[in-house]
Each structure stands twice: as structure tokens, then as C-alpha cells.
T-cell receptor, first 113, second 115 residues
Framework: AQSVAQPEDQVNVAEGNPLTVKCTYS??????LFWYVQYPNRGLQFLLK??????LVKGSYGFEAEFNKSQTSFHLKKPSALVSDSALYFC???????????FGTGTRLQVFP | DTGVSQNPRHKITKRGQNVTFRCDPI?????LYWYRQTLGQGPEFLTY????????KSRLLSDRFSAERPKGSFSTLEIQRTEQGDSAMYLC?????????????FGEGSRLTVL
């Protein structure tokens, strides 16, 4: 069965510093991977996805993610964090048998001024 | 607004009462999903529709839960005889499913509190 793991419950970073939110995956076959962001009491917003092609995927709000097949990782990155990036981030994988998205447990990003 | 719309946004009910949530997907999307999210957790899949056909139901969806999408447009999720454990955010998402895309577009959610 497909799954993703987000090993960090919370990531703290100072504004202006680079940030990384980690995600590892377990799939049979080629992975279809996604990142979503959730602000308090809001729904999930799509950030970016990896389907095929370049290992570095660029998304919304200056975020990017690096697909690494040998490490089965899909870490979310941003070169310079903003206080407004503080939110809950979810990694997800598409289940190849049923097409639904399976989400990780989430990582809370806190960016300090 | 052409996004996914969910109503009501908040519902407080007493244990044992029935509640119904509505989801209006993006108009051209043929797939509609329901997820449940409890505090501090990731969304958990409940069920999904392709047009009006319900293609999969999670084992999380007990007999007290029923979802419909009668005309392949909006969907309803009904919870009968609510229990305190049903308290959660219920998220609806839609997609125009294509093997090369696949992202879901989420609504703002319906938060249920069972007293």
C-alpha cells in the first residue's frame, strides 16, 4: 500500500532563512507526490506535485520540492522563509489502485520574525 | 467564486442528532471526495464519487454515515445518531481526474462539534 511519512511534527525557522519540510514515501510503482498547505480553520491548498520529469518541482508562493528516488524522499523547500509561511504542511501520495490521495500526518511550520 | 463550496462551515449538535453537510464541487469536475480531519492529524479518506457513482468507501465510514451525489453535481454527507467521536472537520475536494495531473481542490471544510 502507498504511504507517506512526515518525520517532524514541527519545524521552526527564522524569517529569511531557508526552510525544509521533510517527506518520505513508500509506493509500488512510480510515485505521484503532492504538497498541500493548510492555514488555521481553512481547507487545504495545493502547492505542487511530482508526476514525472525533472526532480526539482516548482510550485506556488516560492516553494519547491526535490524528488529523490534513491532516498524515497520528496522534501519541500523554500530559499527564504516568510512569517506568512507559518502553517500546517501535508505531503500526499496518490494510491495507484484507487486514485485517492493518502496524506501524511502533517508538519507545523513556524517562521519567527 | 468558482472554488469548492461547503455548507455549513460550522455545526454544533447534541449527541444522537442527525447532521447533513453539502459540498458543491468545481463545476467541470467529475470526481468528488470526502475526507475527515481531526485536530493535529492529516485528512483521512472517507469516500469518493465519479459523477454519480460512489466508487469507494473507507472502513472509517460506519453504517451511520451515508454520502450521495444524485445528479453528479453536488454531494451530501449525512451522519445519523452522532457521537462525540464524530467531532472533526469534514473536507470535500473535487478533481477533473487525469492521469497526468491528479491534484484535488479542497473546500474550506465543515467543522462538526458533537456535545
Amino acid at each position: 500500500a502507498q504511504s507517506v511519512a512526515q518525520p517532524e511534527d514541527q519545524v521552526n525557522v527564522a524569517e529569511g532563512n531557508p526552510l525544509t519540510v521533510k517527506c518520505t514515501y513508500s509506493v509500488s510503482g512510480n510515485p505521484y507526490l503532492f504538497w498541500y498547505v493548510q492555514y488555521p480553520n481553512r481547507g487545504l491548498q495545493f502547492l505542487l506535485k511530482y508526476i514525472t520529469g525533472d526532480n526539482l518541482v516548482k510550485g506556488s508562493y516560492g516553494f519547491e520540492a526535490e524528488f529523490n528516488k534513491s532516498q524515497t524522499s520528496f522534501h519541500l523547500k523554500k530559499p527564504s522563509a516568510l512569517v506568512s509561511d507559518s502553517a500546517l504542511y501535508f505531503c500526499a501520495v496518490r494510491d495507484i489502485d484507487t486514485d485517492k490521495l493518502i496524506f501524511g500526518t502533517g508538519t507545523r511550520l513556524q517562521v519567527f520574525p | 467564486d468558482t472554488g469548492v463550496s461547503q455548507n455549513p462551515r460550522h455545526k454544533i449538535t447534541k449527541r444522537g442528532q442527525n447532521v447533513t453537510f453539502r459540498c458543491d464541487p468545481i463545476s467541470e469536475h467529475n470526481r468528488l471526495y470526502w475526507y475527515r480531519q481531526t485536530l493535529g492529524q492529516g485528512p483521512e479518506f472517507l469516500t469518493y464519487f465519479q459523477n454519480e457513482a460512489q466508487l469507494e468507501k473507507s472502513r472509517l465510514l460506519s453504517d451511520r454515515f451515508s454520502a450521495e451525489r444524485p445528479k453528479g453535481s453536488f454531494s451530501t454527507l449525512e451522519i445519523q445518531r452522532t457521537e462525540q467521536g464524530d467531532s472533526a472537520m469534514y473536507l470535500c475536494a473535487s478533481s477533473a481526474w487525469d492521469r497526468d495531473t491528479g491534484e484535488l481542490f479542497f473546500g474550506e471544510g465543515s467543522r462538526l462539534t458533537v456535545l
